[in-house]
């Protein structure tokens, strides 16, 4: 098992992906993530977290702000969330790790140079 960092500002658990901003979008453009989780058969999979959750959490704070207050959404099966207009310039995202199995997909704009993402 791989070992995760604990988030280090508002006490939201252990972080899957830490805290960032997409970078090389359109402007302006929409950040969507859709979450799938799969449950375990083990009772100690499904166990709580240190958080008080087994279940995968988004974290949204203002971007490079660590004193004011930050936000932790927990991600059903199914979930999705999207960062319009320009919450990705303003704001970072960090994925908590739940205790089951989890696959996301990331859907984005990516900026164009002659043909190349």
């Given at each position: ?12 658990g ?8 997409d ?8 950040v ?8 375990s058969?083990s009772?100690?999979?499904n ?13 949204f ?32 995202h ?24």
């Amino acid at each position: 098992r791989r070992l995760l960092r604990t988030e280090p500002y508002f006490g939201m658990g252990k972080m899957a992906v830490s805290w960032h901003s997409d970078s090389g979008l359109v402007s302006s453009t929409p950040v969507a993530v859709y979450n799938h989780s799969v449950a375990s058969t083990s009772a100690e999979e499904n166990s709580l977290t240190d958080t008080g959750s087994g279940d995968w959490s988004v974290g949204f704070k203002i971007q490079w702000d660590t004193e004011g207050d930050g936000l932790r959404v927990p991600l059903a099966d199914g979930d999705s969330y999207v960062m319009l207009n320009q919450m990705n310039l303003t704001h970072q995202h960090c994925v908590i790790a739940g205790k089951q199995a989890r696959f996301s997909s990331t859907h984005r704009k990516a900026v164009m140079e002659d043909g190349l993402v």
